[in-house]
């Protein structure tokens, strides 16, 4: 009987559709490149650049920040000086979308653009996954060392290595 319950959760739980909101693509990159974070917002003609509050985070740390029409980069993370931009002209046009140079594996996570303009707040998260190189010896004599970009997908529990595609 327990085994019957057991399958029946089991097989239930297989079942139960997962929202479209939680499977996150990740943006994969390669350690030493540079890549952008898109995030879009609502936005109206009318709404002025200095109304706009532009925040990336990574857990606690504030990635990049804009506000008052410019780049306000007080509070951002000493991991990140240097290394983050976001286009004014994309901003006027409801693109926050951020610009990372010099990819490193420390920043290997999940990433929030927050967003507060005249029409409210939008918040977006994204993966992004840093690609390791593993290596391997194949052929016969196994000495040719085969190398390959693998990258860990932090939402998956326990993490699995998945080739990118
Ligand atoms: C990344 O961008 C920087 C600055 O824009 C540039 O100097 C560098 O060559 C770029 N690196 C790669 C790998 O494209």
Known sequence: ?????????FSLHLLIP???AEISVPVVAAPGSNIT???????????????LIVVWVYGDEVVHSYYKA???LQEQSPA??????????QLAV???SLRLTGVRASDHGKYTCDVANEQGRSKKQIILAVAVTRCACSGAKKTTPVCKL??????VK??????PS
């Open 150 to 155: 693998w990258y860990q997908h932090t939402t």
């Open 37 to 51: 974070l898109s995030c879009s917002f609502p936005r109206s003609e009318t709404d002025q650049l200095v109304n």
């Open 158 to 163: 326990h993490g699995s290595l998945h080739e």
């Open 70 to 72: 410019i780049d306000n």
């Open 94 to 96: 409801g693109d926050a």
């Open 18 to 20: 997962i929202p479209a």
């Open 80 to 89: 990140y000086r240097g290394r983050t931009q976001l286009s004014p002209d």
């Open 1 to 9: 009987m327990m085994r019957i319950m057991r399958s029946l959760i």
